[in-house]
């Protein structure tokens, strides 16, 4: 069997240029990346063109460690809309190097459902993850020139300050680290640590940006920390938005590349669902909408997250409804979620296949919540068996979804026109109708409340004594009215990775918070979370090489 490398590596690659010709974008707008990939400009972005095309969101029940195939899905759909004679372009996220050097993989999609070229976009592809991280540490740089000299001193008490260093690794050692030992001339000592690159503000303020100047307003308004005297501190006090913004006027731009199927896609931004937004760029989707009749865009892990932050908070900043939902899941996680241990997940359990479907039944009543009744896309493995598929579509039925397998994995577009078609006629019967879950104005433990009851299925919130005492201060600030960025684990809708299926009786713990007023959203931190992860014990590096012709092996 073929790897996705292979696949990727044999497909037939199209210049760049005649991609860009399907959807009408002139050679001469093109900034070119070499053959196969370019940044387009913001003036391609047509308000009025967005008013007309369809949006559809690809989200996933609770994933098994290896995931589910969103991205997959994503582009599979994509191909089956075109298939269908749809103008449609996929919207994705660009891949982080921690989780494609750790466990998961890259995220190009899999199988013949990928873009490409699949070893640019994986590594560091258009250097958009690069600006973020210089644009974010020379923030971190300009804090501490600051506490080091007498002139200009802005009276900065180390203590408080909480801004970051990030890189785009996972690297737990970073976690929490001491910066400015080894004398007076290096600086203030004093406790930092790293965030890894996707977890960042700035790259949710990219994300959140709508032009350049909201862009440097975003960075400007970065909260740093606090003076002696108790005063706030943000960005714009150490002038640094104006050069943080000149070290991402190129990542700004949205990114296009091309599917296996030679359709157009766009590729931009990065952020981690359980542990940021997680989603693509507000300037991205616009610019699919805009180019396109038909958008295909993904929110990262499980509906719980990615959705969820989708709707409550990309959607309210950026005026977009979604007209509908993908709602991915596989047999192997309902076996997962019905007990299966991880060396079970390929053996066919009617039994906890009807015990795990529990969690996608909470997922399909949490998009109607949103007024979506969203189409269930079961990814085909090989393993899957006819009647655990039969009783998922019996039962998607049952609660009046429409459950269709994908085989866009194996096939491409020529397996996802059923999916497609199902999508399509979710669309044109105007049923669905987009409303977020709590309204902005709402208490910060209302809007929190609002979360773990109605989406997680939580009894109610604790919060510990650092949290409150956090909360107050977001409070004082002003904050209070931002939307919600919950930080919580990928794996459970409970705050425990280990609690699967449909948890019930539970409560959510809020050990901490913090907050992106630059890129405008609460983040309360839930049980374990890690905003800067580990690698395994046997990372996907270790299986990874590259000769002499420039060939690479191992990458997924």
């Known amino acids: 069997m073929l790897s996705d490398l292979d696949i990727a590596q044999a497909a037939k690659i199209t210049h760049i240029k005649e991609i860009a010709a399907k959807i009408n974008i002139h050679a001469d707008d093109l900034e070119y990346y070499g053959k196969y990939k370019s940044k387009l400009p913001l003036k391609l972005i047509d308000e009025q063109k967005i008013k007309s095309s369809k949006l559809i969101l690809v989200s996933a ?22 298939k269908l004679g749809k103008k449609s372009i996929v919207v994705l996220r660009e891949p982080s190097l921690g989780p494609v050097f750790g466990m998961k993989g890259g995220a190009a999609g899999g199988g013949y459902s990928q873009v490409i070229p699949m070893e640019d976009i994986n590594l560091h592809f258009t250097g958009d993850f690069a600006a973020i991280e210089k644009a974010n540490n020379l923030l971190a740089a300009l804090i501490d020139n600051n506490l080091q000299n007498k002139q200009n001193n802005l009276n900065i008490d180390p203590r408080t300050i909480k801004w970051k260093r990030v890189m785009d690794m996972n690297d737990r050692a970073l976690r929490q680290i001491i910066i400015g030992i080894g004398g007076t001339s290096n600086g203030i000592p004093r406790e930092d640590g790293f965030n890894i690159t996707p977890a960042s503000e700035v790259m949710a303020i990219l994300c959140m940006s ?52 030679g359709n157009p896609a766009i590729l931009h931004g990065g ?27 993904e929110a990262g892990f499980g509906a719980d997250l990615g959705a969820e932050k989708f709707m409550n908070i990309k959607c309210g900043y950026a005026g977009l409804a979604p007209h509908a939902i993908v709602l991915v899941a596989t ?50 493995f090989p393993t899957d068996s006819v009647e655990e598929i039969e009783f998922v579509q019996t039962h ?91 930080a919580k684990t990928q794996k459970s809708l409970s705050d425990k990775e280990t609690v699967v299926g449909r948890p019930k009786g539970f409560t959510i713990n809020v050990r901490e918070f913090e907050f992106a007023a630059g890129a405008g959203f609460i983040i309360p931190i839930l049980g374990d979370m890690m905003r800067m992860p580990g690698l395994p014990v046997v990372p996907a590096s270790e299986h990874m090489d590259i000769d002499n012709n420039g060939k690479i092996t191992g990458l997924s």
Not at 271 to 297: C, E, H, R, W
Not at 347 to 356: C, N
Not at 365 to 380: L, Q, R, S
């Open 271 to 297: 952020p981690f669902a359980n542990i940021a937004q997680g989603t693509n760029t507000i300037l991205a989707t616009k610019m699919g909408l805009s180019l396109g009749d038909y958008v295909v865009t």
């Open 210 to 261: 709508k032009d350049i100047d909201d862009l440097k307003v975003r960075l400007g308004n970065i909260f740093i920390g606090f003076t002696f005297d108790k005063k706030p501190i943000y960005a714009r006090d150490l002038k640094a938005q104006g050069a943080m913004a000149i070290l991402l006027k190129e990542a700004i731009k949205p990114n296009l590349v091309q599917t296996l199927e």
């Open 331 to 380: 047999i192997r996680a309902l076996r997962h979620h019905g007990g299966a241990k991880k060396e079970e997940y390929n053996t066919p359990s009617m039994d906890r296949v009807i015990k795990g479907f529990q969690n996608l039944e909470k997922h399909i009543e949490n998009c109607k919540k949103f007024g979506i009744t969203p189409v269930v896309a079961i990814n085909n």
């Open 61 to 82: 029940i609770n994933p098994t460690p290896a995931g589910e195939g969103k991205t997959t899905v994503s582009i599979g759909l994509n191909e089956g809309l075109n």
């Open 396 to 486: 998607c039925a049952k609660m009046n979804v429409k459950a269709v397998v994908s085989y866009g994995f194996a096939k491409g577009g020529d397996g996802t026109k059923e999916l497609a078609q199902a999508v399509l006629d979710v669309i044109e019967s105007g049923s669905n109708k987009f409303k977020p879950l709590y309204d902005w104005n709402l208490s910060v433990e209302d809007k929190i409340n609002r979360i773990a009851t109605e989406i997680y299925g939580a009894d109610g919130v604790e919060y510990s004594s650092k949290a409150r005492t956090q909360l107050k201060m977001i409070k004082d600030l002003g904050y209070d009215k931002l939307p919600i960025c919950m």
